[in-house]
């Protein structure tokens, strides 16, 4: 049974079609990665995922609910942005529980799980610092901190690594792949960097001008690619 399902996903932007009719199933716990070349349409779908943009037509089920049309707040995702898009006037601990206040949650519920996730993510002490005091890679775990503390069942991250330097982003790709263990959550997983790809997902979707060329493990894209764009994308076995 797949917890995210996809049907015939289209997205039309100022008249041009930018998602081509997307099927797609995602099952609990699996940690996707959807990869492509830059304007190939990854943030767009993921974003249609989020609820961020609006579908021009198909439907998003969640587990065998419909959620095409319901809030993002109301959907049970999370999303990590490239930018952090952190609130520089707050302290981490307030950047990671402001949502969580919003929410008129108890405060010392959301003060267990602001505390949760600074442990998970080794942000303790960290906790009173405003962003612009935080080097990239810690900005980076605050971002993460505010989607852990919200317990989705599905952690939606752009291009997350994007901004940090090389040995940061092999650091904090091992960190991610302990939190996907941790949490034991699905997450998607948006990038146009195949090493990227390769060593996170379970399952890999090639994007290609709107449309999904092949979905498969890293192994199967490796050595059984469908098409010359998916063996050029992903490098062919020498
Ligand atoms: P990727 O994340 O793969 O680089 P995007 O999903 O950001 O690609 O963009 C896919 C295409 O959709 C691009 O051609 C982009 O210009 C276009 N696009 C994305 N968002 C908008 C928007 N809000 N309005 C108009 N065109 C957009
Ligand atoms: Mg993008």
Do not use: W
């Not at 609990?28 to 349409?41: A, I, M, N, R, T």
């Not at 095409?68 to 302290?91: C, N, S």
């Amino acid at each position: 049974m797949s917890d995210l399902t996809i049907k015939n996903l289209k997205k039309v932007f100022e008249g041009l079609e930018i998602i081509k009719g997307i099927d797609l199933d995602i099952r609990d716990h699996e940690f996707v990665v959807f990869v492509g070349p830059s304007g190939c349409g990854k943030s767009t779908l993921l974003r249609l995922i989020a609820g961020l943009e609006e579908v021009t037509s198909g439907h998003i089920y969640l587990d065998d609910k419909e959620i095409t049309d319901i809030a993002p707040a109301k959907r049970d995702l999370a999303m990590v942005f490239q930018t952090y898009a952190l609130y520089p006037h707050m302290t981490v601990r307030k950047n990671m529980s402001f949502a969580l206040d919003l929410a008129g949650i108890d405060k010392k519920e959301v003060e267990a799980k602001v505390n949760e996730a600074a442990r998970i993510l080794e942000l303790e002490p960290l906790l009173e610092r405003k962003p612009k005091a935080l080097s990239g890679g810690q900005r980076q775990r605050v971002a993460i901190g505010r989607a852990i503390v919200r317990h989705p069942k599905i952690f939606l991250f752009d291009e997350p690594l994007s901004n940090l330097d090389a040995a940061l982003r092999v650091q904090m790709r091992l960190e991610l792949a302990r939190l996907h263990q941790e949490l034991n959550a699905t997450m998607i997983y948006v990038t146009h960097d195949q090493v990227e790809a390769m060593t996170l997902a379970d399952k890999v979707v090639v994007l290609n001008a709107g449309r999904v060329e092949q979905v498969g493990s890293p192994l199967t894209l490796y050595h059984h690619p469908v098409n010359r764009f998916v063996a050029g994308f992903i490098g062919t076995p020498k």
